[in-house]
């Protein structure tokens, strides 16, 4: 168990909705990051926020946005869902404000968009 | 431009063998950082290690060890005695400054590893 939680595990939405993803970052950590994991695109990294504030952006669509509140947890906010959007979403929280150090994975949000 | 190859796309062994794991990474900052992650069957991301740029001593632990080598750019994973338990998708990934912003983190398209007992 890493200690990073995320909700729901499984989402099943239809084209066109909008969804929100939750995660919760480990004790102590104070970044958080996201990711897209699709079969097509491998790995993707999303968008990182540090202490409530944005530091690095990814390959992340305008149609999605992210925020991260004062008790360090964060939403990941996807919109005008496509089929292509299908994925599973991961998070993941480290100790710094860089990507420097090993990041710890939650167990990852499965959207199906249909 | 960060760019990480994992040209070995699906690998099968039988129990007990070696493995080894390729990776070769690309970029133009002489201050990065390396990671392997091991995804099991479950699909939790478990981090295995870390390497920056400047240490190139080879890593061993237990039955991984990593050879990195800044000549070839390239940050090898060897599985030695391999068990079923190490079936999963190995990724490689790359943390360096990317221009104009912070660091980020690119990851390769991993390595599905099927140990057959």
């Known amino acids: 168990d890493s200690g990073v939680t995320q909700t729901p595990k499984h989402l099943i939405t239809a084209t066109g909705q909008r969804v929100t993803l939750r995660c919760s970052p480990r004790s102590g950590d104070l970044s958080v990051y996201w990711y897209q994991q699709s079969l097509d695109q491998g790995l993707q990294f999303l968008i990182q926020?540090?202490?409530?504030?944005?530091?690095a952006k990814g390959n992340i669509l305008e149609r999605f946005s992210a925020q991260q509140f004062p008790d360090l947890h964060s939403e990941l906010n996807l919109s005008s869902l496509e089929l292509g959007d299908s994925a599973l979403y991961f998070c993941?929280?480290?100790?710094?404000?860089?990507?420097?150090?090993?990041?710890?994975f939650g167990p990852g949000t499965r959207l199906t968009v249909l | 431009a960060q760019k990480v190859t994992q040209a070995q796309t699906e690998i099968s062994v039988v129990e007990k063998e070696d493995v080894t794991l390729d990776c070769v990474y690309e970029?133009?900052?002489?201050?990065?950082?390396l990671f392997w992650y091991k995804q099991p069957p479950s699909g939790e991301l478990v981090f295995l290690i870390r390497r920056n740029s400047f240490d190139e001593q080879n890593e061993i632990s237990g039955r991984y060890s990593w050879n990195f080598q800044k000549s070839t750019s390239s940050f090898n994973f060897t599985i030695t005695a391999s068990q079923v338990v190490d079936s999963a998708v190995y990724f490689c990934?790359?943390?360096?400054?990317?221009?104009?912003?912070?660091?980020?983190?690119?990851f390769g398209i991993g390595t599905k590893l099927q140990v057959i007992p």
């Open positions: 926020y540090y202490n409530g504030e944005e530091r």
């Open positions: 993941a929280s480290s100790v710094s404000e860089t990507s420097s150090d090993e990041q710890f």
């Open positions: 990934a790359l943390s360096d400054s990317y221009s104009g912003g912070y660091q980020k983190v690119t």
């Open positions: 970029t133009r900052d002489t201050t990065y950082y």
